[in-house]
């Protein structure tokens, strides 16, 4: 199945890319997606989005469809479902 | 849309519009929902703003022209030349001089009968209370996450209203944050983000954005007018001119704000 991941603010940046799309199982977890994303994502990507356990790091915002969802939440995900992958700016 | 929360009660205890507040803001009166009442409520409202750089006093420099009543302004140290691509308030002859003494001279320049309070500091832990007790509504456009979360625990505390915006690049995100409603800073982000550095790009056209928006969130929360961003997050990115309106939760385990306002 198909996800399609959109990065914003700095973690554009560090994709050096808009947007990827990976193929996950339909029961992936967030961590599992992540972890797909940072395999195939550059390593700065990786060393933002990961911690040194590997964890999704607190600071990393995810959206599936526009909507929050929390790092333990179960994803319904379906062919085709957009994940935003971002953090908090503070540029004023 | 009618007005908000009509009635005498509202009234009661207004300041009342003279004849020049009158023929200033005529035309603003004219937005439905605003009229005699959303103006006596604008006069009446005090504002802190977090800092008066490109965000800031663009915030500063539209609840000026709109009528606000007080504003309170909070930067330090003086200006300097690479404030001046984006910080409107700021003058190329005034570099080397008070940012907020800058300012303020500005904003009374466009609405002399604003009253303007200014502290040549920057919030922190230590003030943050203190000023966040001075004002009505929050304005939050710091560009370091330290002070954003020394501002978000007192609003928190103090059950105040505040719009957080920000900008990167030519991004821009923009929420409101009611404590006990909607989530608070640290429940979408309880650390900073490892990523982010006190020194980022900027265009003051991106920045100025986010602040005329910021300045209507302000406006509708203190006349009921609208719709607040309460509870989601306008996400911009002007280099492609696209927007995005996300949901937002609040975080039941959040540090800052579960504890005082249960979820």
């Not at chain 1, 554009?12 to 977890?29: H, K, M």
């Not at chain 2, 929902?33 to 965000?55: D, H, P, W, Y």
């Not at chain 2, 420099?61 to 909070?74: N, P």
């Not at chain 2, 609208?226 to 492609?240: I, K, N, V, W």
Request: a negative charge.
């Amino acid at each position: 199945m198909l996800v399609h991941v959109r990065f914003d603010s700095q973690v554009r940046r560090l994709a050096g890319c808009n947007r990827i799309s990976v193929d996950v199982e339909p029961s992936a977890t967030l961590q599992q997606i992540v972890e797909r994303v940072a395999e195939v994502g550059t390593d700065q990507l990786r060393t933002a989005l990961l911690d040194d356990q590997q964890s999704l790091r607190s600071s990393i915002l995810v959206f599936l469809n526009d909507d929050l969802v929390s790092k333990e939440q179960l994803l319904v995900l379906h062919d085709g479902s957009e994940l935003t992958l971002t953090t908090l700016i503070s540029g004023g | 849309m009618s007005e908000s929360k009509p009635g005498r009660d509202d009234l009661d205890g207004l300041p009342a519009l003279d004849a020049l507040d009158r023929s200033i803001y005529e035309w603003q009166m004219w937005a439905e929902g605003i009229g005699e009442t959303g103006q006596r409520k604008l006069k009446a409202a005090s504002v802190l703003i977090s800092r008066v750089g490109g965000v800031g006093g663009t915030v500063a420099l539209q609840l000026a022209a709109a009528g606000v009543g007080k504003i309170i302004l909070a930067h330090a140290g003086p200006i300097k030349y690479s404030d001046l691509n984006r910080q409107l308030l700021m003058t190329y002859d005034r570099v080397g001089q008070s940012r907020v003494d800058t300012a303020k001279a500005r904003l009374l320049d466009l609405n002399p009968r604003l009253i303007v309070e200014t502290f040549d500091e920057n919030v922190s832990e230590a003030n943050a209370q203190a000023l966040v007790s001075k004002a009505d509504v929050v304005v939050d456009c710091a560009p370091l996450f330290a002070e954003r979360f020394a501002m978000n625990r007192a609003v928190v505390h103090q059950g105040k209203p505040m719009v957080e915006c920000a900008m990167y690049e030519f991004e821009g995100s923009l929420t409101t944050i009611l404590p006990g409603i909607t989530p608070c800073l640290a429940c979408l982000s309880p650390i900073e983000p490892s990523a982010w550095r006190r020194e980022f790009p900027v265009f003051g056209a991106v920045a100025g954005t986010v602040g005329c928006m910021a300045a209507m969130e302000v406006i509708k929360l203190i006349t009921g007018v609208g719709e607040t961003l309460s509870g989601s997050m306008l996400a911009m990115d002007l280099s492609m001119m696209t927007f995005a309106r996300r949901r937002i939760h609040r975080n039941p385990n959040c540090e800052v704000c579960s504890k005082r306002h249960p979820v």
